[in-house]
T-cell receptor
């Protein structure tokens, strides 16, 4: 079983829809990162969470440490949000070593 | 501040050759991590350097090696290239001081796309 599981693997939605991407994990973590990767490969770190909830613009990330689960929400989605979203764990052992989910490919149609 | 830079951006090699990739971290960052991304395996951690010392290592064969210089710039080397080494190689930098509970945001470079023929 993978240490990190993301769902869904692919998601297509219409502009304006509310988007939720889920990440479940099985190991103890010091932090969880949400990353965004656009075509061409560049990766941007969106959030780093160790508890609770963070918001940045239309993006919201939550984490439940007890349930080992995190969600990334996008409100009022836009075609420019189309990208691959990756959940990555910083395990308690070896915190500088990120363990990645397989990613969720999000496509927002106008 | 300038972001993380990687050179070269694209590279074509043949099987059996070796390759060296370079990463310059954000000024002041002392941790550099290297990752391999392939369509089949996704993103995988290669190794992490802090103050010229390898601090963490992933599960890759010894053909993959790296080093870090006193100015925090890092290089990774792959010897005896195989077709399966074709991938996007990403490096990321962070201040590196915080371990354990807090974690740190990592800043990624644009990657080097390696094609092995």
């Amino acid at each position: 079983k993978n240490e990190v599981e993301q769902s869904p693997q692919n998601l297509t939605a219409q502009e304006g829809e509310f988007i939720t991407i889920n990440c479940s994990y099985s190991v103890g973590i010091s932090a969880l990162h949400w990353l965004q990767q656009h075509p061409g490969g560049g990766i941007v770190s969106l959030f780093m969470l160790s508890s609770g909830k963070k918001k940045h613009g239309r993006l919201i990330a939550t984490i439940n440490i007890q349930e080992k689960h995190s969600s990334l929400h996008i409100t009022a989605s836009h075609p420019r949000d189309s990208a691959v979203y990756i959940c990555a764990l910083a395990p308690i052992q070896g915190a500088q070593k990120l363990v990645f989910g397989q990613g969720t490919r999000l496509t927002i149609n106008p | 501040k300038a972001g993380v830079t990687q050179t070269p951006r694209y590279l074509i090699k043949t099987r059996g050759q070796q390759v060296t990739l370079s990463c310059s971290p954000i000024s002041g960052h002392r941790s550099v991590s290297w990752y391999q991304q392939t369509p089949g395996q996704g993103l995988q951690f290669l190794f992490e350097y802090f103050s010229e010392t390898q601090r963490n290592k992933g599960n890759f064969p010894g053909r993959f090696s790296g080093r870090q210089f006193s100015n925090s710039r890092s290089e990774m080397n792959v010897s005896t290239l195989e077709l399966g080494d074709s991938a996007l190689y990403l490096c990321a930098s962070s201040p590196g001081w915080v371990l354990g509970l807090a974690g740190e945001t990592q800043y990624f470079g644009p990657g080097t796309r390696l094609l092995v023929l």
